[in-house]
């Protein structure tokens, strides 16, 4: 009987608790507890608690509440009562109601701490966080608080970013409880929102000795290591993926991994192969799409990029990319809407404005529209000055404009820039004497006009 209400109660109330802030720990005490307010009940000659019971297991609850009305009417300091009224108000989707049965229950009982912490509680489920806040923090007075008001409280602190005094409370949690993984986990944590990185290991390294088999954990103690040693990072994911050759999350850490170490070729084959798996996440589809345009596979850039754009077309990486592969793909009048849209959702960074400039410029000199292909390059220059190469294409296109004095003033940069050395490579030489001989016959037919 007690293992079927285990079962029961496990899949209907607590199916509805919000994962990402409950644990499992929580979900299985919280059954013990009911098992163990059941066994009382089991026990007692009260033919109302009889019917309290059956209400209970028939998930009768507008008789469950009915019922232990009539117990608080007898006895208005009867907790179980409080407490079941409080539980079938919440099974209904009426926690407000619930919240105002525990207060009131806070006001008649005696034992308080309990009500408190059921009160919390349900705050908390309700994401009433600073409700809860106040409760948990009379509960935290207490020398030994329970595991699930210093985790609760905890999480509370990370909603709010108090990254600090998360810390400290989960070093008091641990010193409680050390066998909570909890506790070293979000030690990590927040260990790594502060960057951290080497504090963060350590703990995350703590809570995978507690459970060397906790995925989650090794995905993170991953992560963490990106950040400062991408090649263990790497050993990490190889030695995970040796026993469980499909998992995705892993696969796509080892191909950051790989991007960090500039193995870009191997990258690829590990986004392809999260992509084979069924991966739909927007990063690995982006990436995969960038790096097929890096590996000149145009055609499988476009497809991957077209659809990370329309999931979001704000992304100035996939707007940037897709514009380079329509571009190459000798889609130029798509290429230059993308540099366009990415011009605008860009934050000023002046090198990589400079390569838009410089790729409109290209599209525009071969349409022939040499005073727009001008003017990007002018900007390119503008934005990136060190770069001497623009000064030749700034003259080449004056020279189709037929501008010979500015066409002239720009081959003389470029030829004062590149000094005659050995081992020059042959553009650069190329660029060098074709800018010599563009001089000379510019300066000619100058001289030829006057």
């Known amino acids: 009987m007690l293992l079927e209400i285990a079962i029961y109660y496990k899949n209907s109330r ?99 701490k309990e009500i408190r912490s059921e009160l919390a509680n349900l705050y908390f489920q309700q994401g009433m966080y600073l409700q809860a806040k106040n409760e948990l923090d009379i509960l935290l007075k207490e020398d030994h608080p329970d595991f699930r008001i210093i985790e609760q409280r905890i999480l509370i602190h990370e909603f709010s970013k108090e990254r600090l005094e998360a810390i400290n409370l989960s070093f008091r949690g641990k010193n409680l409880d050390a066998s909570q993984a909890f506790y070293w986990i979000h030690l990590g944590d927040n260990y790594k929102n502060l960057g951290e990185y080497d504090s963060a290991i350590k703990y995350y390294k703590c809570a995978m000795d507690l459970n060397p088999l906790d995925y989650q954990t090794n995905s993170k103690l991953a992560r963490t290591y990106l950040m400062v ?156 000055p060190e770069k001497k190469f623009y000064l030749y294409l700034i003259a080449e296109q004056y020279d189709a404009l037929n501008k010979k004095k500015e066409a002239l003033a720009y081959y003389q940069k470029v030829f004062d820039a590149i000094e005659v050395k050995e081992g020059m490579d042959l553009l650069t030489a190329s660029v060098r004497d074709y800018s010599e001989s563009r001089i000379d016959q510019l300066k000619e037919d100058l001289f030829m006009e006057r």
């Open 229 to 384: 040693d991408p090649e263990f990072a790497l050993k990490i994911c190889d030695s995970v993926l040796k026993k469980d050759t499909d998992n995705i999350r892993f696969i796509q850490i080892a191909a950051s991994a790989h991007i960090k170490l500039d193995q870009e070729k191997e990258a690829l084959q590990k986004y392809e192969k999260a992509l084979v798996l069924g991966d739909s996440t927007i990063n690995t589809i982006r990436n995969a799409g960038i790096l097929c345009h890096k590996s000149n596979k145009q055609d499988k850039a476009i497809q991957l990029l077209t659809k990370a754009y329309d999931v979001d077309s704000t992304d100035v990486k996939i707007v940037f990319y897709l514009g380079m592969a329509e571009t190459h793909f000798l889609n130029v009048d798509r290429g230059l809407e993308l540099f366009d849209e990415s011009l605008k959702l860009l934050q000023p960074d002046s090198t990589i404005l400079s390569i838009i400039h410089k790729e409109k410029a290209g599209i525009y000199k071969d349409k022939e529209n040499h005073q727009l292909a001008l003017e990007n390059y002018l900007l390119a220059h503008q934005l990136n």
């Open 14 to 112: 607590f199916g509805f608790v919000n994962l990402s802030f409950t644990s499992q720990l929580i979900i299985m005490k919280k059954v013990i507890k009911l098992i163990c307010l059941l066994i009382s009940i089991q026990y007692s000659l009260s033919a109302q608690n009889v019917d309290l019971f059956r209400a209970l297991e028939l998930r009768d609850w507008n008789s469950l509440i009915q019922k232990s009305n009539n117990l608080l009417q007898k006895d208005v300091s009867n907790y179980q009562a409080y407490y079941w009224k409080q539980y079938g108000l919440v099974e209904q989707g009426k926690a407000a109601d619930a919240i105002d049965v525990l207060l009131s229950a806070l006001q008649h009982c005696e034992n308080k």
